[in-house]
């Protein structure tokens, strides 16, 4: 499986690929102002409502980072990081309590494992999310799926409340039309 760095390293160089083909098939744009100063590349016909800057660093790389993103998928990216912590403190409160207690019944263990190993995947499908070319309809949807399906699992696995269970389907159901979505 590929690290995050490699997946960072081959968005960077996407983002470049499409900056060149931009400044090669649009007039007047691409490579070019003066030395030292930024130059930013737009097309909808080349990167679909992405722009991409190119500072005086490599490849895009500004001091926040990648610079090819569509509108909204900054808030998608802060979004996932607060998703990622609240899964990994969700994980860290069921491995030091909900597993180790004797009197939760297996069954609610195995929710809250599911429950979180889906908020993680959740998590990646809001850092994708902001790759689309619609980051706050995948956004939105993989928010809402995550909540719905990992919100009543832990419920459950926490409280046994099988109540709960019955919205899992729908944020199933949710998460898989978010992952779709990307390929609009």
């Given amino acids: 499986m590929n690290s995050i760095n490699d997946v960072w390293n081959q968005s960077l160089t996407l983002c470049k690929t499409m900056l060149e083909i931009a400044g090669s098939v649009i007039p007047g744009t691409g490579k070019g102002g003066s030395k030292g100063k930024e130059t930013t590349v737009s097309s909808s016909a080349v990167v679909a ?17 990648f610079n090819c993103l569509a509108p909204g998928s900054q808030s998608m990216i802060r979004l996932a990081g607060l998703s990622g912590a609240l899964a ?3 994980g860290a409160y069921g ?9 939760i019944p297996d069954e ?8 979180n190993m889906y908020h993680f995947v959740g998590t990646f499908g809001l850092v994708a999310s902001a790759l689309g070319k619609r980051p706050l309809l995948t956004g939105l949807l993989m928010a809402t799926g995550t ?3 990992c919100g009543s699992c832990y419920v459950h696995g926490m409280t046994g409340d ?20 990307l390929i609009l």
């Fill in 88 to 90: 990994v403190g969700l």
């Fill in 162 to 181: 099988s109540r709960v269970k019955k919205f899992a389907p729908f944020g199933g159901t949710t998460l898989i039309i978010a992952w779709l979505s």
């Fill in 108 to 115: 609610q263990k195995h929710s809250y494992r599911t429950a």
């Fill in 147 to 149: 909540i719905l399906f």
């Fill in 49 to 65: 409502e992405c722009t991409c800057a190119k500072p005086g660093t490599i490849y895009g790389i500004s001091g926040s980072g």
């Fill in 95 to 103: 491995a030091h309590v909900i597993m180790i207690d004797d009197n």
